[in-house]
Structure formats: structure tokens, C-alpha cells
């Protein structure tokens, strides 16, 4: 069986935004030796508000299906997530970014749905480059 796969994805970058759609489909096994094929979407938009503070909203959703029933199970699932994130760049170096996501997952081997909220903070530290002197 000849399934195909795909990677595509756009950038759009303007003064103070940022775009980004993708595309992926890809192929996989399991250890029973069944295989699965996932169509996966991604859309975030990125935001500076000013020269210190950014926000993003995004989503991503995927399907995975089994290729073939008769090779063995396959957890087929559908999947789904939103996040939305806002970045305070202290200095250069310094930033502190707080994210949040909500997920929800329907799994049709169990017959079962579930979502879950996630909160993160982040401390960001990016070291500047060192300068060689001759």
C-alpha cells in the first residue's frame, strides 16, 4: 500500500507579527507491527504589543487513523490544542513567558474522551555571543 507523505508549511513576517500554518503527514508503527498515518495542523500568530511585551495565540489538531485494520491495533485518536502565551522581555538577556493550554484528546480504542489545562512559567535566559579580541 502506497500512502503519501507531506510537510508544508508558510511563514508570514511583518513588523510586529508573525504567522505560521503548517501541514504534516506522516507514517508510523507501533512494536505490533501496525501502521498509522497522522494528518496534523498547526496555526500560531505572534504579536509585539511593544518593545517588552509579546503575545501568541495558536491551535493544533491532529487525526491518527490505522492504514490497515488487519495489521494489528492502533490507538487511533483525535487531538486538539489551543495556547495562548505572553512574553516580558526584561532585558537582552532576561524574559519571563507564561503560556497556557487546553487539550482535549478522544482516544477511540478506550471509547473515551478527556481534556486537561496546563499553566507554565518560564525564566528565559539568552546568553549574548562572546566577541574574540585579536
Known sequence: MTEPVASL??????????????????????????????????????????????????????????????????????FLQLRANLTWHMSRTFSLQTDYRYTFIDREVLGESSNSNQVTVWLNWTPTPMVRSR
Open 9 to 78: 508549511s508558510y511563514v508570514r513576517r511583518q513588523k510586529t507579527t508573525t504567522l505560521l500554518a503548517s501541514y504534516r503527514r506522516s507514517i508510523s508503527a507501533t512494536g505490533a507491527g501496525a501502521l498509522g498515518i497522522r494528518d496534523s495542523f498547526s496555526l500560531n500568530f505572534t504579536r509585539s504589543l511593544n518593545d517588552r511585551i509579546s503575545a501568541g495565540i495558536g491551535a493544533r489538531v491532529y487525526s491518527t487513523n490505522a492504514i490497515d485494520e488487519d495489521t494489528g491495533p492502533l490507538d487511533e485518536r483525535d
